[in-house]
Nanobody
């Protein structure tokens, strides 16, 4: 079973930056497309960003486009989400997800096979 472990969450002021990471076992990371999602209290889990196995394909939600950057280091079996210009509405638990299968709709939670436990990101106003 794949293991995904997020880290790097925390408390930051509006306009600040934070980078969250997701480390995976090498066996499950290899060949996997990766996504970041977030869930705020009382809301459904929503798509944030996606990156293909090769890293040459990325996609972002409209709400984070231009502020967040997804990247991956396949040698370290780790995917990152660099978050800049943070807003209070970015406050949520951030989850990484992976899939060894082809993903046709990165925004769909059902496309992903494995999920991490999440890391809390809080942006104060």
């Amino acid at each position: 079973q794949a293991q995904l472990v997020e880290s790097g969450g925390g408390l930051v002021q509006t306009g600040g930056s934070l980078r969250v990471s997701c480390a995976a076992s090498a066996r499950t990371f290899s060949g996997s497309a990766m996504g970041w999602f977030r869930q705020a209290p009382g809301k459904e889990r929503e798509f944030v960003a996606f990156i293909s196995w090769t890293g040459d394909g990325t996609r972002y939600s409209d709400s984070v486009k231009g502020r967040f950057t997804i990247s991956r280091d396949n040698a370290k079996s780790t995917v990152y989400l660099q978050m800049n210009a943070l807003k209070p509405e970015d406050t949520a638990v951030y989850y990484c997800a992976s899939s060894l299968d082809y993903i046709s709709t990165p925004e769909d939670v059902d496309e992903y096979e494995y999920w991490g436990q999440g890391t809390q990101v809080t942006v104060s106003s």
